[in-house]
Nanobody, 121 residues
């Protein structure tokens, strides 16, 4: 499966963005889609995950209550709605697919190219 992430940009603190991740070459129904983020010099950090069936939703504590992950099977697209953005959310955001329920980056088998999110304070 190939993944195409989009939707990043520059936003002021407190603002919102919606990231999209379109999958081509259909992932399995039981596959898990994850969002991760990375800043220079740091390891890739888990943000949120969802199974294509819409369950197994899980968020990192740092984004819980502000971000919402969802999946549209008709469009083969997973979304990450980000509200109440903070400067510490600034990062390169990646989507990825895994075969089981995990938050470990090295368990994800395919990755999108990343989309930059910059939050100005």
């Amino acid at each position: 499966v190939q993944l195409q992430a989009s939707g990043g940009g520059l936003v002021q603190a407190g603002g919102s963005l919606r990231l999209s991740c379109r999958a081509s070459g259909r992932a399995g129904w039981s596959d898990v889609m994850g969002w991760f983020r990375q800043t220079p010099g740091n390891e890739r950090e888990f943000v949120a995950r969802i199974r294509w069936s819409g369950d197994w939703i899980y968020y990192a504590d740092s984004v819980k209550g502000r971000f919402t992950i969802s999946a549209d099977n008709d469009k083969n697209t997973v979304y990450l709605q980000m509200n109440s953005l903070k400067s510490e959310d600034t990062a390169l955001y990646y989507c990825a697919v895994a075969s089981w329920n995990t938050i470990r980056p090295n368990a994800y088998r395919s990755w999108g190219q990343g989309t930059q999110v910059t939050v100005s304070s």
